[in-house]
């Protein structure tokens, strides 16, 4: 499967979304796995595979995201912000082994 990887940093007015997401994107536009940094530090990994260890009811998830990725992202220039009021958000597409550190870090320090 052909995978590409993409971070989104994310200015906004301060509240509980995340600062910065990282996205594991696959050529379908489904998104697999994402991490969110919050401005206070805290990470939160996500992964289908999370959500189909719920139940059968949710097995049928295929991406974290509505839609296709490719779709929601279209119009944003890579590394320049894209801004709307008081939010600004850019868009840049990373190497693998930038989200793998990411999640690898953050995914074994959630389990502990």
Known sequence: ????YYRCDWIHPEN?????????VDVAGDVPR???V????????MSIVDFA??????QRV????EGSFYDGI????DGLFFEDGQERISM???AADKFEIEWQTHRTAESR
């Open 16 to 24: 509980e979304d995340p600062v910065v997401v990282y996205y594991e």
């Open 92 to 94: 840049t597409r990373i």
């Open 62 to 65: 295929t991406s974290l995201v």
């Open 74 to 77: 279209a119009g944003l220039i």
């Open 38 to 45: 919050f401005a206070d530090g805290r990470r939160q990994c």
């Open 1 to 4: 499967m052909s995978l590409s």
């Open 34 to 36: 994402l991490i969110d």
């Open 53 to 58: 260890l719920l139940g059968p009811n949710r």
